[in-house]
């Protein structure tokens, strides 16, 4: 098993500019989560689904857009890049039974200029 | 509603000294419990958890944590500390009711030589 991966590992982009972060887990897993990890705040929560074709908002989804078509993807898209969306993006997935543990993707390292 | 605290987001320690990471949790119903470990540059990894059974939970490197009911407590220790436990600790919290598990801000462990 791959895990979970994600795609790219390192992104440039220019304010205004949109792009996906891909987010893939070979695990069956039903739930899927994306969190931004920022100095000094932890991980936070973006948007998150319970299976394919259910989407919720976490604590930061605000410029940040979400789908889920299949068990194993679950890109996030950011519609109009801002520098403060500046940050590493995890993603995660994991069994629904609540007793089991999240698996995390490598990051994407994403830098707004 | 539940939510995590994590005591100091700096922990200073001697190669050799006992590693003590604080996490207190906040549940209204019996929980499940996580440390994660996040390597330089790295996604986070599982380190221990508690779901039910004995309180006392070992995991990977030596660490090991205690689950404490009635100090909503669940302190992650490790008796010795090696260098390459240098890292960013995050405690978890999963509770029925809620798909995603939360996060406190992390601890950063530092090794000193």
């Known amino acids: 098993n791959a895990g979970v991966t994600q795609t790219p590992k390192f992104q440039v982009l220019k304010t205004g500019q949109s792009m996906t972060l891909q987010c893939a887990q070979d695990?069956?897993?039903?739930?899927m989560s994306w969190y931004r990890q920022d100095p000094g705040m932890g991980l936070r929560l973006i948007h998150y689904s319970v299976g394919a074709g259910i989407t919720d908002q976490g604590e930061v989804p605000n410029g940040y857009n979400v789908s889920r078509s299949t068990t194993e993807d679950f890109p996030l898209r950011l519609l109009s890049a801002a520098p403060s969306q500046t940050s590493v993006y995890f993603c995660?997935?994991?069994?629904?039974?609540?007793?089991?543990?999240?698996?995390f993707g490598p990051g994407t390292r994403l830098t707004v200029t | 509603a539940q939510s995590v605290t994590q005591l100091g987001s700096h922990v200073s320690v001697s190669e050799g000294a006992l590693v003590l990471l604080r996490c207190n949790y906040s549940s209204s119903v019996p929980p499940y419990l996580f440390w994660y470990v996040q390597y330089p540059n790295q996604g986070l990894q599982l380190l221990l958890k508690?779901?039910?059974?004995?309180?006392l939970v070992k995991g990977i490197n030596g660490f090991e944590a205690e689950f404490k009911k009635s100090e909503t407590s669940f302190h992650l220790t490790k008796p010795s500390a090696h260098m390459s436990d240098a890292a960013e600790y995050f405690c978890?919290?999963?509770?029925?009711?809620?798909?995603?598990?939360?996060f406190g801000r992390g601890t950063s462990l530092i090794v000193h030589p």
């Open positions: 508690y779901t039910t059974g004995a309180t």
């Open positions: 695990m069956n897993h039903e739930y």
């Open positions: 995660a997935s994991r069994n629904s039974d609540l007793s089991y543990e999240q698996y």
């Open positions: 978890a919290v999963s509770t029925g009711g809620s798909y995603i598990p939360t």
